[in-house]
Every structure is written in structure tokens, then in C-alpha cells.
């Protein structure tokens, strides 16, 4: 139970047109993220891949806070400032006067990280000053990869994954009744159609972690590649429908030479074998 201080950005967007703004571009209807309840959310390319995922925190005066991987925080500022056009909304890096915290210790009251309401991620929260006392962000990462959730900054390139593929589904980062927002097309389409099969899907193994991007094979079948691992557990980007076949005709699985096997947490949206 510690606190974390990871590498984060916080981008204010601001005024009367804000909400309306950034609900047209992005995943999730941020317009309803309130000081105890923040809202996941992405930014997609036309195609429907992830540039940056985030989360939107309410702030003083109705501003939204987004809270992104700082390597990725240049580019969505940017991005939001191309997009803005002349719209009177304020738009700015404010990660001088905020920082992202991230608390494990219990303390109540706070806002739980909106991908696991349930806190098994710890709350999310953005303080004015920098914790002095930050436990080490691999303990934290230990902790996310054990609840099965993966990191885009870790563990994926920017626009590499569809949202579907990254989970948005599960973690409350999609909303399917909004209306439009950019890429919306194709996440649509695959959720109509049930056609997402590749995934990040938690997989557990004995002894060495896989080193990041081994090969996960089932026999000759290359099913994808390990992404961040520790303690025993992994997050790893794989045809989800293939290593299920592997599993019921009992073909293990392996990351270079080390053997795995799917460890999904009960929350993972499943696809349906026979699938064309």
C-alpha cells in the first residue's frame, strides 16, 4: 500500500464549449467526469487506433484535467490545438502546477482509477505538490499487471492497437451512445460484429518473466508478443481466439522458450470460438 508518482502530464481544456469539444473528438462522454468520478477516454486515428489514452478529471471552474503519459502529452496538446480551431476554449500544459498521484494506501474518499472502479489500481488523483515519499513505479507495475491491466505508454505504440483491442470496452472508455467522435466507425463495427479477437490478455508463467516482445507461439502458430512482465505474470498482445483453440486441444503455449499460459481476469470480454 504505497503512493506513486508516474510520468504524467496534465492538460487543462477549458471554457464554455469544453466538454461539447472534447466529447466530439474522443471515446467517452468526459463531459461527465466530476471531481469523485474521473472518465477514461482515448483519442483515436480515423482508422480507429489509439495516439493517446487518458484520463479526464473534473477541476476548479468546470475545466477538464487530462491526465496522459508525459511522452505522449506533446502530441495530444498539439492535436487538441489543431482540432480546436477558433472555439473559444483555453487549451494548455499545466503539468508545472499539477501532478498525477496514484494512491494504494486506503485512504478514503478518493477517486477510484475509472478503468477498475473496484481500486484494485489504487485511486487517481491531482495534487498541487509532488509526493516527497513516492514508492518505486515498478511496484506499481507489478500491481497493474496483476489486475490484468495494461499500460498503452508500456505496452503499445502509439496508434499500433484498435481501442477494442486496448480494452477500452472493459475499462469504461468507450461510450456507444454518444454520437460521433473520431474513429468511431470502426469501433462501432466491431463491436456490432464481435470481431475483435486480438487483445491484451493477462498470461501467467513460472520462474524467468519472458523478456518484452518474445514471441508467443503454440507449436508452428505465432499468437502474438509478451509486453510488460513481473512476478510471474504478464501483459501480453495476442490472438485471444487462436490460443483458446491452442487450450482445448491442450497445445501449450510458449514465449521463446519459456512455457505460458492465459491467466484472463474475470472482467475480459471473451471471443466465441468457431468466429470467422
Same mark, same amino acid.
Given at each position: ?20 469539444? =472534447? ?38 471552474? *468546470? ?67 509532488? @509526493?516527497?515519499? $513516492? ?20 505496452? $503499445? ?44 490478455? &493477462? ?6 518473466? @519472458? ?11 505465432? =499468437?502474438?508478443?509478451? &509486453? ?11 490472438? =485471444?481466439?487462436? $490460443? ?8 501449450? =503455449?510458449? $514465449? *521463446? ?20
Amino acid at each position: 500500500m504505497a503512493v506513486y508518482a508516474p510520468a504524467r502530464s496534465v492538460l487543462r481544456v477549458a471554457g464554455e464549449e469544453a466538454g461539447p469539444f =472534447l466529447d466530439a473528438l474522443v471515446t467517452n462522454d468526459v463531459s461527465r467526469a466530476t471531481p469523485e468520478a474521473p472518465v477514461y477516454a482515448g483519442l483515436l486515428s480515423p482508422q480507429g487506433k489509439v495516439i493517446a489514452d487518458f484520463i479526464a478529471h473534473r477541476g476548479d471552474g *468546470g475545466a477538464l484535467l487530462l491526465d496522459v503519459d508525459a511522452g505522449r502529452g506533446e502530441d495530444l496538446l498539439r492535436r487538441l490545438i489543431l482540432y480546436r480551431l477558433r472555439r473559444k476554449i483555453e487549451i494548455a500544459d499545466v503539468s508545472d502546477r499539477l501532478h498525477v498521484v496514484i494512491r494504494t494506501d486506503g485512504q478514503s474518499g478518493l477517486p477510484a482509477d475509472p478503468r477498475r472502479p473496484d481500486g484494485s489500481i489504487g485511486a487517481r488523483v491531482l495534487e498541487a505538490v509532488a @509526493p516527497t515519499h $513516492a514508492a518505486p513505479l515498478v511496484d506499481y507495475a507489478a500491481l497493474r499487471v496483476a489486475a490484468g491491466v495494461p499500460d498503452l505508454s508500456v505496452d $503499445a505504440a502509439p496508434e499500433e492497437v484498435f481501442a477494442l483491442e486496448a480494452l477500452f470496452e472493459e475499462f469504461n472508455g468507450v461510450d456507444f451512445q454518444k454520437g460521433c467522435f473520431i474513429g468511431q466507425e470502426n469501433v462501432s463495427r466491431m463491436k456490432r460484429r464481435a470481431t475483435t479477437r486480438r487483445k491484451f490478455c &493477462r498470461i501467467a508463467f513460472e520462474g524467468s518473466t @519472458p523478456p518484452y516482445g518474445a514471441e508467443i507461439t503454440a507449436g508452428p502458430a505465432q =499468437l502474438g508478443t509478451v &509486453r510488460s512482465g513481473i512476478d510471474g505474470r504478464a501483459i501480453a498482445l495476442l490472438r =485471444l481466439d487462436r $490460443a483458446l483453440e491452442a487450450a482445448e486441444k491442450s497445445v501449450a =503455449l510458449t $514465449a *521463446g522458450d519459456i512455457p505460458v499460459r492465459l491467466d484472463p481476469p474475470d472482467w475480459l470480454i471473451m471471443p466465441e470460438l468457431g468466429d470467422d
